[in-house]
Every structure is written in C-alpha cells, then in structure tokens.
C-alpha cells in the first residue's frame, strides 16, 4: 500500500509554471507506475500524464504535450508534474495516482490507478 500527497499547487497567470509534486509514502515505490490526473469543475477526471517505474518512459495527453513533464525521483520516494506555458484551460485540482505493477503498459485511464492522493489546485488567470 502507498500514500500519496500533492503540493505545488496555487494560482498563477497565463504563460506561467508550476511544478506539482506528490510525495509517496509505504515500501517499494519502484515497483509502481505513477500518474498525474485533473477535473475541472463540471467535467470528469482526465489523464495528465504517467510514468514507468524506473522512469524510462512517460505518455502524455494531447493537450499537454509539449508544454507539461512528467519525472520521477525514486530515491525521495517522489514524482514530479512541470507545468509550463500554462492557459486558464488548464484550471484544475490535480491528482497523483499510482499502480503497482510488473506490466510496461502506462494506464491512461481512471480505473487502472488503485491509490489516489487528495489533490492539489492549479488556478490559471488569463
């Protein structure tokens, strides 16, 4: 079992940065794949962005791609969300998942993660 626990959120204009981290606690943190998620208020939870166990691959979604990184520090027990060029579209309370797993596959969706953290909010102003 891991517990997980966002910071980094808060308000910032349009064009600016914010890194998320989400602090893991419990054994064996290399042994999962790790995640970013949001939801916008009215809207479903969406995929961010995932990262492999070592950290050797990441996905993104579309609408980051290009301006968001996904990493990972194993050694702090610790993954991290870069947010770049961000838009009031990216308005949002961000969550990290996690899935232990032996599998390569990096889960886009919302019922492939087991633990959730409780979220952070990232609030873009245009």
């Known amino acids: 079992q891991v517990q997980l626990v966002e910071s980094g959120g808060g308000l910032v204009q349009a064009g600016g940065s914010l890194r998320l981290s989400c602090a893991a606690s419990?054994?064996?943190?290399?042994?999962?794949?790790m995640g970013w998620f949001r939801q916008a208020p009215g809207k479903e939870r969406e995929f961010v962005a995932a990262?492999?166990?070592?950290?050797?691959?990441?996905s993104y979604a579309d609408s980051v791609k290009g301006r968001f990184t996904i990493s990972r520090d194993n050694a702090k027990n610790t993954v991290y969300l870069q947010m770049n060029s961000l838009q009031p579209e990216d308005t949002a309370v961000y969550y990290c998942?996690?899935?232990?797993?032996?599998?390569?596959?990096?889960?886009?969706?919302?019922?492939?993660?087991?633990?959730w953290g409780q979220g952070t909010q990232v609030t873009v102003s245009s």
């Open positions: 998942a996690a899935v232990q797993t032996r599998s390569g596959v990096l889960g886009t969706e919302v019922d492939e993660y087991r633990y």
């Open positions: 990262i492999s166990r070592s950290g050797g691959r990441t």
């Open positions: 419990g054994r064996s943190f290399s042994s999962y794949a």
